[in-house]
């Protein structure tokens, strides 16, 4: 191809249709009408030779060479923003709205910190929090732009979609002081046999505790299911229920003096992650980029 006559704007046209799928959004996101970003496309499909974009029932949907165009002309994008632009962002006078969309989870671990050091490093970044009860609200919240950042469990999700591992979690178990089920630390019949508290943010009636019963033959009595984990200690403290909750979530009950203990699971139970997640046309903003770096090092210490 000889590049000498190609309209850049087309590459601006191709990574608004990439990251919304939708000829009149891309439009409006680059300020561009329904007609003008019809004809970037087919300028794109004659300079191209390939549809790019094929319209279906869910949007256009991009071919396998729009696959692979879609990161090199981003990177070629954002390094001609970086050339070009100085918009002086500074943390410490910087007045944004930030809306991050968030599980229980990273809130109880991460925002007290996070707060404590904006209060230092950012005090007039506004900080707005969007809760997470399902996986498939997260790609939702960042294609609308409703959430610029959102810390979860890694979703499957498009190019459009960056993630950074954040940390690494475990379980582990709370009930009164002297419960008997943990009498034999080994005694997994006898967690089974105990009265179980599940907290399930989408209403399952089962959770991974129950799938690694079931693999052993035995079979757990779930007494209460909640969505939330922030009540759990206090009914665990006046009953004989036994919560499976995220490790560092127990931990920090237990410290409260709720009249709890930590114990640890009788059943081997699987690790799992914690991920931070944006919207790639969000990649090089520069309160963004501050914001993740600033999140990734609290969780580095949580």
Same mark, same amino acid.
């Given at each position: ?25 891309? $439009?409006?996101?680059? #300020? ?14 004659? &300079? ?5 974009? =094929?319209?279906?029932?869910? $949007? ?27 918009? #002086? ?39 707005? =929090? ?47 002081? $002297? ?8 005694? &997994? ?17 089962? #959770? ?13 009595? =779930? ?35 709720? #009249?709890? &203990? ?41």
């Amino acid at each position: 191809m000889d590049i000498a006559g190609f309209d850049l704007n087309l590459l601006k046209a191709f990574d608004a249709l990439y990251a919304e799928r939708h000829v009149t959004r891309a $439009g409006q996101r680059i #300020g561009l009408s329904q007609p003008a970003m019809s004809g970037a496309l087919t300028r794109l499909r004659e &300079v191209l030779d390939d549809e790019l974009f =094929v319209r279906s029932s869910t $949007g256009m949907q991009p071919t396998p060479r729009a696959d692979d165009l879609a990161g090199p002309i981003a990177a070629a994008l954002r390094l001609m923003r970086t050339v070009l632009q100085d918009d #002086g962002f500074d943390p410490a006078t910087a007045d944004h709205v930030v809306t991050i969309a968030m599980t229980d989870y990273a809130a109880f671990v991460l925002l007290p910190a996070l707060l404590a050091n904006l209060a230092t490093e950012a005090p007039r970044l506004e900080v707005r =929090v969007r809760g997470i009860f399902g996986k498939d609200e997260v790609v939702d919240l960042l294609d609308s732009g409703e959430a610029s950042l959102a810390l979860s469990v890694p979703v499957d999700a498009s190019a459009r979609i960056l993630t950074r591992p954040l940390l690494r979690e475990g379980f582990a178990c709370i009930a009164r002081p $002297g419960h008997p089920a943990f009498a034999n630390a080994a005694d &997994v019949a006898a967690f089974a046999a105990a009265p179980h508290l599940l907290v399930s943010p989408e209403g399952d009636r089962a #959770g991974l505790v129950d799938r690694k019963l079931a693999a052993l033959g035995l079979a757990r009595r =779930v007494v209460l299911s909640l969505p939330q984990f922030l009540v759990a200690p206090f009914v665990v403290a006046d009953t004989d229920l036994i919560a499976t909750l995220a490790a560092r979530v127990a931990r920090r009950f237990a410290a409260a003096n709720l #009249g709890i &203990v930590v114990y640890e699971p009788p059943i081997a139970l699987p690790d799992w992650p914690l991920a931070m997640m944006w919207h790639r046309r969000v990649d090089d903003h520069p309160a963004t980029v501050w914001l993740r770096d600033c999140i990734a090092g609290i969780a580095a210490s949580a």
